[in-house]
Nanobody
Framework: EVQLVESGGGLVQAGGSLRLSCATSGFTFDDYAIGWFRQAPGKELEGVSCISSSDGSTYYADSVKGRITISSDNAKNTVYLQMNSTNPEDTAVYYC????????????????????WGQGTLVTVSS
């Protein structure tokens, strides 16, 4: 069974840091890219970042560049999202998802190309 399980969400004060994890199983990790998405209350789903597991290429939405870092541990089939200098606008449910590596370099296509979604983890940034 293909699974993506997020963890690491919680409450953080503005300016603080948080690291989210996405543990994957049931598929060949190198065959997919892993993307992080978020959905704030009352807002549309937003693509945040993507990493190609095979070559480690990373891509970011303009809104998070410089504050968020995506990385992977291929030995653990796990992708991380390090969030620094958080602000209340980062409050959202964060999802990880598997998509074909071909689309990782095109942020506008991310959500349309997702094959499997995780269940999400809530991040709340207090002011």
């Amino acid at each position: 069974e293909v699974q993506l399980v997020e963890s690491g969400g919680g409450l953080v004060q503005a300016g603080g840091s948080l690291r989210l994890s996405c543990a994957t199983s049931g598929f060949t990790f190198d065959d997919y890219a892993i993307g992080w998405f978020r959905q704030a209350p009352g807002k549309e789903l937003e693509g945040v970042s993507c990493i190609s597991s095979s070559d480690g290429s990373t891509y970011y939405a303009d809104s998070v560049k410089g504050r968020i870092t995506i990385s992977s541990d291929n030995a653990k089939n796990t992708v991380y999202l390090q969030m620094n200098s958080t602000n209340p606008e980062d409050t959202a449910v964060y999802y990880c998802a598997a998509l074909p590596p071909l689309y990782c370099s095109s942020p506008r296509t991310w959500s349309q190309q997702v094959k499997v979604w995780g269940q999400g983890t809530l991040v709340t940034v207090s002011s």
